[in-house]
């Protein structure tokens, strides 16, 4: 591996969504302190869970193992109705760290189903962010809302009213996997309604974009990512599509030796809810087997930045947003 080079995709790492996430449980760890309660982990990584607990975030599954009166906040996956009325039905202060363009598509789906429509959701069975979009139709609408996850589902769709059709996405889904299941949509139902916007999220589209521009530069793509981060194993994937193998590793110790043999070129990425510290960890490995240089390539800039909540600015921010 002597005299190989790594080469940086750009952008990678954390998006603008999974930065506000775990500002808001900082920002309640300092203001309400310990413990602070959060549904599902805040972010899929290991690194970022781990911190975050080390400092008294507690990560739960069920509301109901929040004691009375304590401080709940939402992952960036977004969480069902039903969740919400059980949190407010105890008294919970809760802070929503729900990622602003999976709320959109929320807004969207309960939209649909005041008009009337059934929706079609493209996504992940068991995803957190599938079950927090399926979950804002009302319980027992059992045929409001239909997951599909290959295009061989839609064949076996069945719909109330093909005129009153519309489909909605997973954000972290790979585009190409949902043009295919889009594309068969569209057949099957001419009239189906799609969503205003595409619902891949900017991040993980731009993400996508530069890991298919340097797959082809190099031999080998390393994904910085845990195994339960949906857009890491699509970023994987779309690597794997352009030919090039391709690992995803939680940490830099998961680096195994056989994959450096013969490489000349490495490839490095990391998924949204990655921090930019383990890409650091992985190039230092890297070297460590005798990589001799490490170059970023060039791609989109990203400006995109949400607003906290309310209750979580600082004094400063309040009386910015006053004047």
């Known amino acids: ?50 911190y975050l607990k080390a400092r008294g975030a507690v990560f739960i599954e069920d509301i109901s193992q929040v004691p009375l009166g304590s401080t709940l906040i939402y992952s960036a996956h977004g969480v069902p109705r039903a969740v919400r009325k059980q949190a407010e039905a105890r008294g919970l202060k809760i802070f929503d760290a729900t990622c602003p363009l999976v709320t959109k598509v929320h807004v969207e789906v309960m939209k649909l189903r005041r008009e009337g429509f059934e929706i079609i959701m493209i996504g992940h069975a068991g995803h957190p962010e599938v079950e927090g979009t399926m979950g804002q139709a009302e319980q027992g609408e059992a045929s409001g809302m239909m997951l599909v996850q290959t295009v061989e589902d839609v064949a076996d769709l069945q719909v109330a009213d093909i005129e009153k059709l519309a489909y909605v996405s997973q954000t972290t889904l790979s585009v190409d996997e949902t043009a295919d299941i889009i594309l068969a ?5 001419p009239h189906i309604r799609a969503p205003k916007k595409e619902d891949i999220c900017y991040a993980t589209q731009n993400r996508q974009d530069a890991v298919k521009f340097m797959a082809p530069l190099v031999d080998v793509v390393i994904v910085v990512g845990s195994p339960t981060s949906s857009n890491s194993n699509r970023l994987r994937e779309v690597a794997e599509k352009k030919g090039v193998p391709a690992y995803m590793v939680d940490s830099a110790q998961e680096i195994q030796p056989q994959w450096l043999k013969g490489v000349k070129r490495f490839g490095v990425t990391a998924g949204a809810s990655a921090p930019e510290v383990l890409v650091q960890e992985v190039i230092e490995t890297l070297k460590s087997y005798g990589a001799q240089s490490v170059r970023q ?25 006053n004047e």
Do not use: W
């Open 1 to 50: 591996m002597n005299n190989s080079e790594v080469l940086l995709a750009s952008p990678r790492g954390f998006c603008a969504g999974v930065d506000r996430a775990i500002e808001i449980v900082e920002r309640a760890l300092q203001r309400f302190n310990p413990p602070i309660y959060v549904r599902h982990e805040i972010v899929h990584n290991t690194y970022v869970v781990d």
């Open 185 to 189: 949509l569209k057949k099957r139902f």
């Open 297 to 321: 390539l060039d791609g989109v800039t990203e400006h995109v930045t949400f607003p906290l909540p309310r209750g979580l600015k600082s004094d400063v921010e309040r009386r910015a947003l």
